[in-house]
């Protein structure tokens, strides 16, 4: 059974830094595309970033362009997303998620075929 399990969340004050972590297990993703979404309350889950399997090819939302990087490990199953300068308006729960076969995806949500469960980012003001 494929499972994909973030950690890393938590509560930090404006400004601040988070390092999220994906451990995906159940198969190997190393050769398929990953991904960072992220659902604020009352609103629609919205893309953040995207990596293709080799690390080559990256995409940002532009809301977290020059703040956010994504990377990966791919002989851990891993994928990070390290978050800077953080705002309140980063606060939602942040969702991994990866391809089952595709080796580049991007910013759409069925792109992705397998999420994980969330991990909550609070940022106060």
């Known amino acids: 059974q494929v499972q994909l399990v973030e950690s890393g969340g938590g509560l930090v004050q404006a400004g601040g830094s988070l390092r999220l972590s994906c451990a995906a297990s159940?198969?190997?993703?190393?050769?398929?595309?990953m991904g960072w979404f992220r659902q604020a309350p009352g609103k629609e889950r919205e893309f953040v970033a995207a990596?293709?399997?080799?690390?080559?090819?990256?995409y940002y939302a532009d809301s977290v362009k020059g703040r956010f990087t994504i990377s990966r490990d791919n002989a851990k199953n891993t994928v990070y997303l390290q978050m800077n300068s953080l705002k309140p308006e980063d606060t939602a729960v942040y969702y991994c998620?990866?391809?089952?076969?595709?080796?580049?995806?991007?910013?759409?949500?069925?792109?992705?075929?397998?999420w994980g469960q969330g991990t909550q980012v609070t940022v106060s003001s």
């Open positions: 998620a990866a391809t089952k076969l595709a080796v580049v995806a991007g910013s759409k949500g069925y792109e992705y075929d397998y």
């Open positions: 990596i293709s399997w080799s690390g080559g090819s990256i």
């Open positions: 159940g198969r190997t993703f190393s050769s398929h595309a």
